[in-house]
């Protein structure tokens, strides 16, 4: 085990340069890296199937921790937010309800999201499209029945409230689509993060839903990507992915004003526009030569 850490612990050091450069958190980057090094550390520490899938399947170590520092979600096991889990024979980062809504109200906003389960003995009530539903329960009583349900509530900076609902039977129809449960019930992989635990997922599938009609959150929208993809918890799709850091090369190279190129590449994904930098950058020279001879002819 001893040797597996000290492999680990090199491989996540080596990730400091991209960590970096495509890193989402608002401190300082050095901060950052080093606090959620820390953590990655911790949680493989303290799983031994973890640390032998991350020497097993290095690449996967390493993209999960970049993916870290491209959404700026942190890895402190006290926040609840984000995990590293031995997924499919690779290190995947899994990001809970608990983080998407987090990332949700780093925006300012929205002040706060709740999502809950509701069951058979519930009392749940739509009151308004803009108020806050009535969700009355005894948290004590372990006979509440079935889960008929799950709902997330956004107040929004303005105090209107925007709630969404799923009924069991759809968030059971999105279960049985995705990529990581068809997997699981054809023998294809070890274990369901919905068998193992469905609450939590289907809080997740309701705020991913609902976050559709929320104020834009680039890091929000990555994250969820990131989750319905990288994670596989996505419909399973019937054609090849789409390949999006070539979509935003392709649209990049099209565009023939340098001052265009610079806003419309601000709009992509960090995480994203680090692959396709140096060729974003050589087209910006070539546009750039192009405007210097124009203002010479002209002279």
Request: charged letters at 25%.
């Amino acid at each position: 085990m001893s040797n597996q850490i000290q492999v680990i612990e090199s491989l996540i050091q080596q990730c400091e340069p991209k960590f970096n450069q495509v890193s989402a958190f608002s401190e300082s980057t050095q901060n950052a890296f080093n606090r959620e090094s820390q953590f990655a550390m911790q949680i493989i520490g303290a799983n031994d199937f973890l640390a032998k899938t991350a020497v097993n399947n290095q690449s996967s170590l390493i993209n999960a921790v970049v993916n870290v520092a491209a959404i700026g979600i942190s890895l402190n096991p006290a926040e609840k937010e984000a995990y590293l889990v031995p997924r499919n024979g690779a290190v995947c980062l899994d990001i809970s309800y608990v983080g998407l809504m987090r990332l949700a109200t780093d925006t300012g906003q929205i002040a706060w999201v709740q999502s809950d389960i509701v069951y058979e003995k519930d009392h749940f009530r739509m009151v308004g499209l803009d108020k806050q539903p009535e969700h009355h329960f005894n948290a004590f009583d372990k006979s509440r029945g079935e889960a008929v349900g799950v709902y997330v509530t956004a107040k929004l900076a303005s105090g209107d409230y925007l709630t969404d609902t799923m009924t069991t039977e759809e968030i059971n129809a999105i279960r049985d689509k995705s990529q990581g449960h068809i997997a699981f019930m054809s023998k294809k992989a070890r274990s369901s993060i919905w068998n193992d635990h469905w609450g939590e997922m289907a809080k997740k599938t309701v705020v991913k839903r609902a976050s559709k009609y929320w104020p834009k959150s680039e890091r929000l929208d990555q994250a969820i990507y990131h989750l319905n993809t990288d994670a596989g918890e996505g419909i399973a799709p019937n054609i090849e992915p789409v390949n999006h850091a070539q979509e935003w090369l392709d649209k990049l190279l099209n565009i023939d004003n340098i001052d265009t190129l610079r806003e419309e590449s601000r709009k992509a994904p960090k995480s994203i526009f680090a692959q396709i930098k140096d060729q974003v950058t050589a087209h910006a020279e070539k546009l750039k030569t192009v405007i210097d001879s124009e203002v010479v002819s002209d002279a």
